[in-house]
């Protein structure tokens, strides 16, 4: 479990980029922050392994003050993904997926075999092992940055729009592999995203934030779009527009379900085990 009490970060220009932020992010689940361009979570998820101070309140791991742990064997203890990947350009694949696991002291040979099975687990073909990332796809060089984040299997992976770069297709592909990779791996995973759809995919639990971190509400997708708790919220989900605004209709041959906009999204079908 993470926790922030009382979390504030005031950036040395006087930028205010969290005010007194409060959350609790249960273990092994999908904690999603959600929000509009600058609103802080990027902040946020950077105080987790100390890439960022906090001003003032703390983080605690497990009931552990995070500011009395040394910040390096934090940070190399978290798994960390980010938007471009991240990937050391003149290092072959399994070297960039085996870096932190040299850094903290295994052998050569046991870490290129890790990083080949890392490889199969993120779905790449492991004859990439010794190519380099220019000579990778954008969603290729995105699985191996995932690899590497799992490489010294860290019980917390912070990912900060790992999807962000890369074409719709692929991002869809990324998003399933990664509900794959966490039924069977149990992470506790904390991502960023500024698109609702993505949040609500991925996120057990989903954070809205405004600006200077703010929460707008907290809760599953679904207590989120059964109740948004303001018009901010409502107006972020979309909750009165496109697909979130469902109606049924009926037909000639039976009922459909169309969006806000009247466009048929599927059909009513009944339940085969009520
Ligand atoms: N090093 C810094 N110095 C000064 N201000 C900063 C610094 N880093 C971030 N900020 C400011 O803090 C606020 C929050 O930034 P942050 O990157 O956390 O937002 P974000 O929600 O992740 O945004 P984005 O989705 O655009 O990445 C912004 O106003 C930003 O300009």
């Known amino acids: 479990m993470i926790e922030f009490s009382a979390v504030s970060k005031v950036f040395p220009d006087g930028t205010r980029a969290v005010d007194d932020f409060h959350l609790v992010i249960p273990s092994r689940k999908t904690t999603v922050f959600v929000g509009s361009s600058g609103c802080g979570k990027t902040t946020l998820l950077r105080m987790i392994n100390r ?34 990947s991240g990937l050391l350009p003149h290092f072959t694949v399994a070297d960039n997926i ?46 191996v940055g995932v690899a590497r984040g799992l490489a010294a299997d860290p019980n917390i ?72 708790a303001s018009d901010f919220v409502a107006s972020f989900i979309g909750a009165v527009k496109g697909k979130r605004a469902l109606h049924l209709k009926q037909t000639a041959t039976g009922t459909v379900v169309v969006d806000a906009e009247g466009r048929t999204q599927g059909a009513l079908v009944e339940d085969a085990h009520p």
Do not use: C, W
């Open 157 to 228: 992976l912070l990912m900060d729009e790992p999807f962000g770069a890369v074409d719709p297709i692929v991002r869809d592909e990324l998003q399933q592999e990664l509900l794959r990779l966490q039924s069977e791996i149990g992470k506790t995973i904390v991502f960023v995203t500024h698109d609702i759809d993505e949040a609500f995919l991925l996120g057990d639990q989903v954070v809205i934030l405004e600006k200077g971190a703010k929460i707008a509400q907290v809760g599953t997708p679904s207590q989120i779009v059964e109740n948004p």
């Open 98 to 143: 085996a870096t932190v696991p040299v850094l903290q002291g295994q052998n050569r040979k046991a870490a290129r075999t890790r990083a080949l099975e890392l490889m199969k687990t993120v779905g790449l073909d492991t004859a990439m092992a010794d190519r380099y990332p220019s000579q990778l796809s954008g969603g290729q060089q995105q699985r």
């Open 51 to 84: 890439m960022v101070e906090p001003s003032s309140g703390s983080i605690t791991i497990d009931g552990d003050d995070i500011g009395g742990k040394p910040a390096v064997q934090l940070r190399r203890s978290i798994g960390y993904v980010m938007q471009n």
